[in-house]
């Protein structure tokens, strides 16, 4: 009689995240990820010398020389040395509550960031990563002007477990102030905070669909159009060739004789549309490449983004730390009923980041209308961007721009056309005038600012509009700014500062703007209330 044996489940053994007082060195693949980093630093350095290179060079003709292939071997080699390098030079350790970090080749650095003062941790999976289970931990403190420390390449396990326990330090440091956390059990550790996992709840995702509608309302390839200028006479000559070696000669296609204007219109109107196709699809490439897979959710008392096609990005965000919440809708946004919703926590004027990746900003892009006031108020309850009653600027903001601003471009454009006799500048003048006066009358007709005793609320834009909400006991700064002729008409401009920024409106009734300054300033006072 054979006798049988039930193998019980083991429990996974829990990472443990300290190191001790040994240093740890990153995995080989940390290597690729350097590299990367050094040509990116260094195409961000030639960027601006590029028109001045193409200009003088003659760049597709020189692409096919020894010298051109030699060049990009020796900047491939070059690179790869450098990430070499920078690999060997690198290691850090978590040890008695500190992150610490050397790196550094030529100057050398090091970074100690207690754990308790981390305010964000996001892991990033760039796709060369993901086949190894490796990620990248970035770590951001309070009032940080940029991002504080990276842990550029550990297992995917262990940069949860640090998330873990940066987030349980954070929670729980003011219980655990009296007793020694030098030898507590990372077994607590994450049994506790595998709780605030389990009850994670998904506030909102994106389909496909919504991606493709971000990428379409949200198209900024004229940015990268902008940037190619310098090439477009080579990309022309080469399409030139390319045409005339099907049989189709451009410069007779154009003759006087050769096609009515009707029919060229036609052919211009369709070559014009593939170009608009063809930079759509850029756009919805670029939306799909960082918003595929988008989830929004909230854990305790923070949210988390979760996005990516190749590079998987994660970005948290502690809810008391968001400072304003802004709702934008373009053109186009505001014809299919779509919001981009941003929330906002601290930044400083030094910090050059790109929003989408920014670990200052949460963005849903391209929700609805109903999915927008849902998640507004998820973060600020009761809040409605909506329907306020906004006290609209002054009109004298038309006056003042016009008369400051253009009143003298104008009239010396028109009295250039009127002496030189020439009717195209005169009309030329007079359209860019008016069109000048009707954006700002735009830009008027947008701009207000409300409060409801419980948020302060913005709204301006031009074409599009844009609100912005934020609550007034986390304002830093309340300004009121008054010019001599704006003092003789009773007008004054309010200035609130906030971790997230500065917030402006002027031309507001003198009254007002004082009743508002008040209030904000009652409200911090009397609150005390910390968001930090």
């Known amino acids: ?48 010398a590029i028109p ?48 610490e970090i050397h790196t550094g080749v ?68 003011d219980d655990s102030a009296n007793t020694s956390s030098t030898d507590m059990n990372d077994t607590v550790d994450e049994t506790a905070t595998s709780q605030q996992d389990a009850s994670e709840e998904i506030l909102n995702t994106r389909s496909v669909g919504d991606i493709v509608i971000h990428g379409i309302t949200n198209n900024r390839v004229w940015i990268i159009l902008g940037a190619a200028a310098p090439f477009y006479d080579d990309v022309i000559g080469f399409v030139s060739e390319w045409l005339a070696e099907k049989g189709l000669q451009l410069n007779q296609l154009v003759g006087e004789q050769a096609i009515a204007w009707w029919q060229f219109s036609l052919y211009a109107f369709v070559i014009i549309m593939m170009v608009m196709a063809a930079m759509a699809l850029l756009s919805v490439g ?42 934008k809708q373009d053109w186009l946004d505001k014809v299919l009923k779509r919001v981009n919703l941003y929330f906002e926590q601290n930044t400083t004027a ?29 973060v600020m309850p009761g809040c409605d961007l909506h329907h306020q ?26 009295c250039v056309g009127i002496i030189s006799d020439h009717l195209d500048i005169i009309l030329l003048s007079l ?38 909400c934020f609550e007034p006991y986390k304002v830093q700064q309340v300004m009121v700014k008054q010019s001599v002729f704006m003092k003789r008409r009773g007008l004054a401009t309010l200035k609130v500062v906030l971790a997230s920024g500065a917030v402006t409106v002027p031309f507001l009734p003198e009254q007002y703007v004082h009743e508002l300054a008040d209030s904000i300033l009652h409200e911090v006072e009397s609150t005390r209330r910390s968001w930090m």
């Open 1 to 48: 009689m054979s006798e049988q044996t039930t193998s019980m489940p083991q429990e996974a053994t829990p990472t443990k995240v300290e190191t001790g007082d040994d240093w740890r060195r990153l995995s080989p693949i940390a290597i690729v990820y350097f590299t990367v980093r050094n040509i990116i630093n260094t195409a961000q350095g030639l960027v601006y």
């Open 52 to 99: 001045a290179i193409a200009v003088s060079l003659n760049i597709f003709e020189n692409l096919n020389s020894p010298e051109a292939y030699i060049g990009i071997a020796a900047v491939i080699i070059l690179t790869t040395l450098s990430g070499v390098v920078s690999f060997l030079m690198y290691k850090f350790r978590v040890h008695n509550q500190h992150v």
């Open 106 to 173: 030529f100057q050398r650095r090091y970074t100690n960031l207690p754990l308790w003062r981390i305010q964000n941790v996001k892991i990033e999976l760039p796709f060369y990563y993901r086949p190894f289970g490796y990620a990248l931990v970035v770590l951001d403190t309070a009032g940080s002007g940029k991002e504080e420390a990276k842990i550029v390449a550990v297992p995917l396990d262990y940069a949860h477990a640090l998330k873990k326990r940066v987030l349980f330090e954070k929670a729980h440091r």
């Open 286 to 327: 670029g939306a799909l490449f960082t918003f595929y897979g988008y989830t929004l959710s909230r854990a305790g008392d923070r949210y988390i983004r979760r996005s990516g096609l190749l590079n998987k990005l994660e970005v948290s965000m502690r809810a008391s730390r968001i400072q304003m919440i802004t709702a």
């Open 350 to 378: 030094s910090q050059q980041v790109q929003e989408l990746m920014s670990p200052n900003k949460l963005i849903v892009p391209s929700v609805t209308e109903s999915e927008a006031l849902a998640l507004s108020r998820e």
């Open 389 to 414: 009653t906004y006290q609209t600027i002054s009109k004298r903001f038309i006056l003042h721009w016009l008369a400051v601003a253009w009143t003298v471009p104008f009239l010396f454009a028109l």
């Open 431 to 468: 359209s860019g005038f008016t069109a000048v006066g009707l954006l700002l009358t735009l830009r008027w007709w947008r701009w207000g600012i409300a409060f409801d005793k419980n948020y302060v609320y913005v709204r301006r834009g031009r074409i599009g509009v844009d609100y912005l």
